[in-house]
């Protein structure tokens, strides 16, 4: 990644005035992620020093922000670990630095696992679990922003580039996710705010205890099962073939129906759902590959991971989401 925008102590000086949190003594920029500035910042007050991340968003505007920094507040006010957004004196979580939105989330502990076994799928799927029942609440509403409309959007952006084989794959996988999409089916599957993105590295854990869920700026309102499938795409599986781990895909999706139970209707969705996922990332990844933007450093992720993912959720049936 990415810092994209560069910030200064100096710069930060000043700006953090407007926030109750004394003086900023340290910032250092994070060289990972890839859609948004991030760095870790220092704050001292009264002698006491805090840690916090402050976010620029390069490609968030103001009016969208409310959505994501809302729903933190909202979920950790209810118990869900998700970093607090820290308000100016003013009340605003939002304000601009170097002309771009900025905000400072409280840091969390720990890092992430990024060769997770059962119990850390487990302890991902019931959080993943409270966070939608406490979600259910949260007033406003905004669509997944890499839902079925930006697909549209981005396929004949990456079309120019794929081989014929690629070609075909996402033209007919498009087809299917239309009329899935339109179905009853789909009509009835719960939904709310979901985080929409939520990997391996967008949850901290220290050593078993998972400590929180970040980056919630690709969340949107989409079904929970939309979410599920994308967290088991990541989590549970072998990295190398993209094949589901039954053990980690077990405890994941029991823990989470031990909070929220599954509903029928979302066992028929299932396979679906999982495709879905997978196309969602081949694509977003192809078209980040394809249409890079400038930034410090940048390492774009690589499509073919999802493209293997897609393949194999095409080919094999779904795992039961319950007995
Ligand atoms: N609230 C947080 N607490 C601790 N570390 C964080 C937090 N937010 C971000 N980070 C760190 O910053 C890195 C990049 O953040 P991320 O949100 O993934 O960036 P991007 O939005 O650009 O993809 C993470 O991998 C993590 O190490
Ligand atoms: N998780 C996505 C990319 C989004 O990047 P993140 O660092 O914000 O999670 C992917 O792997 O393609």
């Given amino acids: 990644m990415a810092v994209f925008t560069s910030v200064s102590l100096d710069d930060v000086q000043a700006w953090i005035a407007q926030f109750p949190l004394g003086d900023a003594v340290a910032l250092k920029g994070i060289a990972s992620g890839i859609e948004n500035s991030n760095f870790f910042l220092t704050t001292e007050r009264d002698g006491q020093r805090t840690d916090h991340v402050l976010t620029i968003f390069e490609n968030l505007g103001f009016e969208q922000l409310p959505f994501y920094l809302q729903l933190m507040r909202h979920l950790a006010s209810r118990g869900v670990l998700v970093p607090a957004p820290v308000a100016t004196h003013a009340g605003e979580l939002c304000v601009p630095l170097h002309g771009k939105p900025a905000a400072i989330v409280s840091k969390l502990e720990g890092s992430s696992q990024m060769a997770p076994g059962p119990v850390h799928c487990a302890a991902v799927g019931a959080m993943l679990a409270k966070m939608h029942l406490a979600g259910q609440d949260f007033p406003l509403h905004q669509p997944n922003l890499r839902g079925i409309a930006w697909w549209h959007e981005a396929t004949p952006a990456v079309l120019p580039h794929l081989s014929e084989l690629e070609t075909r794959l996402l033209r007919s996988e498009i087809h299917y996710q239309e009329a899935f999409h339109g179905s009853d089916l789909h009509k009835r599957l719960p939904h709310g705010p979901v985080h929409a993105d939520l990997f391996r590295n967008n949850v901290m854990f220290d050593g078993e205890r998972l400590t929180g869920f970040f980056d919630f700026y690709f969340a949107g309102c989409d079904t929970w099962l939309f979410d599920v499938a994308v967290t088991v795409n990541d989590w549970c599986v072998d990295l190398d073939t993209g094949v589901l781990d039954e053990a980690r895909v077990r405890a994941m999706l029991d823990a989470y129906h031990a909070v929220r139970p599954f509903t029928a209707d ?52 779904a795992p039961r989401l319950f007995a």
């Fill in 266 to 317: 979302e066992q028929a969705g299932w396979q679906c759902s999982l495709r879905a996922a997978a196309l969602r990332f081949w694509l977003s990844r192809l078209y980040d590959l394809h249409r890079p933007r400038e930034a410090e450093i940048l390492t774009p992720h690589d499509p073919t991971h999802f493209e293997r993912i897609l393949r194999e959720r095409v080919a094999h049936p």
